[in-house]
């Protein structure tokens, strides 16, 4: 899915930076690489600088707690005694936001909010359970040790066998289909339709779902899977595979590239909410991105 729909912040880290366009999938290959390691420690909203995160569903109130001046200090809490400067209340599907008794705009939070120095916060909607609308909100260290010690992702060698057109066999009714998620919540996507190919010399029906529960907004389609690789060197979890632009939708068919399979953002970070992968490619791909913990 686009980072606009799956996850804030980097949950489609193949983007590319800014710059030529590259010209041939290797390059895009490595370009989407380069953004992807900036979007984990480097950006000032990037992934492994959020210390803590608050999902907030209709009637329900977080408040930040913490000391000036001890950025490791500040934590969401939701308990009624909860006492500190900046408050975040949900009700009736508006967000309520004041900083030291004074209002903020929901705008203002979507971008970035200061609450100390090297410290801001900054969320937007997202799915708090299948199909429900709730707030996301995270808590920002540019100075957060897991930041400072990355030292980039790991990706199998690019492969061009793993690069497939595949015919796409539309699901016109886009059904839509919940996915239980690494926090033990639900998540709504809706079946578009599968992909169908042929890759080491198996067949593959790989179903595509897509954020939109239309025609005209299903502009997306993503793969969540597993293969014969996963915990043999790829994520335990699966791993997202998103196709390449394909125009109005339906497609005829749909570009594949497996080079450029990603991990969830939980994979590396306990913030996020990753619907779990329970459709199989029946072959070791191995191509994308390696399990963090093996490479």
Known sequence: ??????????????????????KTPLEAWKAGIASQNEAYARRPHAMLKIQDSVYLRDGETAVLEGRKGVASSWR?????????????????????????????TAAALQKSVVVDAGVDIA???TQVD???????????????????????VSYFPYDPAFRVTARFAANP?????????SMGTNKQFHHAGDALFRLKD?????????????????????AFFTDEMTNQGAYGAGRYLDAEPFGAFPPKTVTLDFNNAY????????HFTCPLAVDEVPVAVRAGERDPGKH
């Open 76 to 104: 969401w809490r939701k308990t009624a005694d909860a006492k500190g400067p900046l408050r975040i209340a949900l009700k009736d599907g508006r967000l309520t936001v004041t900083r030291d008794g004074k209002p903020v």
């Open 123 to 125: 969320g937007q909607p």
């Open 1 to 22: 899915m686009r980072a606009s729909r799956l996850a804030l912040f980097a949950l489609l880290p193949l983007l590319l930076g800014a710059g030529p366009a590259p």
């Open 263 to 270: 991990n969830p953002n939980c994979a590396r970070s306990p």
């Open 202 to 222: 198996k067949e593959v029906r790989l179903p595509l779902y897509t954020s939109g529960a239309t025609a005209r907004t299903a502009t997306d389609l993503s």
């Open 130 to 152: 299948a199909g429900v609308e709730g707030w996301r909100i995270f808590l920002f260290n540019q100075n957060h040790p897991e930041a400072r010690a990355f030292k980039g």
């Open 173 to 181: 009714k886009l059904p839509p289909r919940v996915f239980k998620t």
